[in-house]
């Protein structure tokens, strides 16, 4: 006879196991009965919980990085190196970049978090016996984990490029657009690779003029030197060109001493800005496509490409690494076991640093590339699950006692 169980949650936000009927004394559990209905419980319990965890970790972590990109963002616009309106955009962006990054990392915590608790709340002694394993165990982990690894590798593949991408395109258009309020006063503004400078010792209260401006630029092949008392900008309805129209100044055109030496005087000089033609910038490895780096040799391309593959398999080698990490006694002491999650987590991290580096740099061959790293800890995974289990402490046991007798 079966004895069926019940889950209920506790006072702690665990799940209860209770026994609905007290066992019969001598009574033969079939094998089978004694594991379908925990087993349903313990694969819906899972992906409740560690989704509902991971979704509050997630979100720690996204405004924290969030917090601290949109007080740069802030800066950069006070300072006048880009855009306020684009300040919003480039966060939601920013947002996208991380979201697949932080995926494999708030999965492990939440994971170990939520088996942590089942085991301090005895609910994994009450599950081994109505007969679930270790292997049913990590079969139940996979329910969560395979969706994540999904959806970690879409946002790796697509998700990542497209908004580096676009982030690369506003830089560059905020530089081809180069208001007024994108020149920095009391510094040198070097524009299209230094063919154009501009200094200004001030911007008017409006932020629509430039007051004591000093310009440098080629023209016809020759270098000129423009000082002038203010300056503000246009743009040219028909052609959408844009101009620095200068006030009240003189243009130096030439070296000083030789007879073609010019200065001018002038009441407005227009000046026209260098565009930037953005399809025909190459973009850095980040920014391309995943099907574009498939396809580069370039050491840094696969070194990215093996990159974005690894954020999703990372995800697979945490849920492996939770199950043996989590484990306590029931009521014991957490912490040791967060202090060494935290330590392989960052064991991880640099050791995926680390190959990326060595495929840059051609130390690794690319057949190897940066899967070792999860091979590796895929092995610490399963020496942890042996050092815990009770199959490797009664091989032990009957060893001491094969010794002693």
């Keep these: 006879m079966g004895v069926p169980l019940v889950g209920r949650r506790g006072a702690g936000g665990g799940l209860l196991l209770a026994s609905r009927h007290v066992p019969i004394a001598g009574a033969q559990c079939n094998k089978g009965a004694r594991g379908r209905l925990p087993v349903a419980i313990i694969d819906r319990l899972l992906v409740r919980e560690v989704i509902k965890t991971l979704l509050v970790v997630l979100l720690i972590l996204l405004l924290v990085l969030l917090a601290s990109h949109f007080v740069k963002l802030l800066g950069k616009a006070a300072a006048g190196s880009i855009s306020p309106d684009v300040v919003l955009t480039l966060l939601g962006l920013q947002a996208v970049k991380v979201l697949g990054v932080l995926l494999p990392p708030a999965f492990f915590f939440s994971l170990l978090w939520v088996l942590g608790d089942m085991h301090r709340a005895g609910e ?10 270790p292997l049913r165990l990590y079969r139940a982990v996979l329910w969560p984990a395979l969706p994540l690894a999904a959806l970690a590798m879409a946002l790796m ?48 209260d409006d932020g629509r003029r430039l007051r004591d401006l000093f310009v440098q630029d080629r023209q016809h092949g ?10 503000y900008q246009v743009v040219d309805p028909a052609s959408g060109d844009r101009f620095v129209i200068l006030v009240e100044g003189r243009r130096y055109e030439g070296e000083p001493g030789r007879a073609d030496f010019r200065i001018a005087r002038f009441g407005e000089y227009a000046l026209r800005l260098p565009r930037l033609d953005l399809g025909e910038r190459r973009l850095r490895v ?13 050491l840094a391309a696969r070194a990215e490409l093996q990159y974005r593959f690894s954020v999703p398999s990372a995800v697979l080698v945490f849920a492996l690494l939770a199950v043996p990490l989590a484990r306590t006694r029931p009521r014991g002491d957490v912490y040791g076991r967060v202090a060494l999650a935290v330590l392989v987590y960052f064991v991880f991290l640099n050791l995926q ?39 490797l402490a009664g091989r032990l046991r009957r060893w001491r006692e094969a010794r002693a007798g």
């Design 124 to 133: 994994m002694i009450a599950l081994q016996a109505s007969g679930m394993g």
């Design 157 to 204: 593949l697509l998700g990542l490029p497209w908004a580096n991408a676009q982030v690369e395109r506003i830089k560059l258009a905020q530089q081809d657009k180069l208001d007024i309020a994108g020149i920095r006063p009391g510094r040198f503004n070097v524009f299209d690779k230094g063919r154009l400078v501009v200094y200004t010792g001030g911007v008017s």
């Design 222 to 231: 020759r270098s000129g030197v423009v000082v002038a008392r203010e300056a």
């Design 286 to 298: 980040g920014a391309r496509s995943t099907a574009a780096l498939w396809h580069d040799p370039d």
């Design 353 to 391: 640093r680390l190959a990326e580096r060595w495929m840059e740099l051609g130390i690794l061959p690319d057949w190897l590339g940066m899967w070792w790293v999860s091979v590796v800890m895929a092995g610490v995974a399963g020496l942890l699950w042996l050092i815990d289990s009770f199959w």
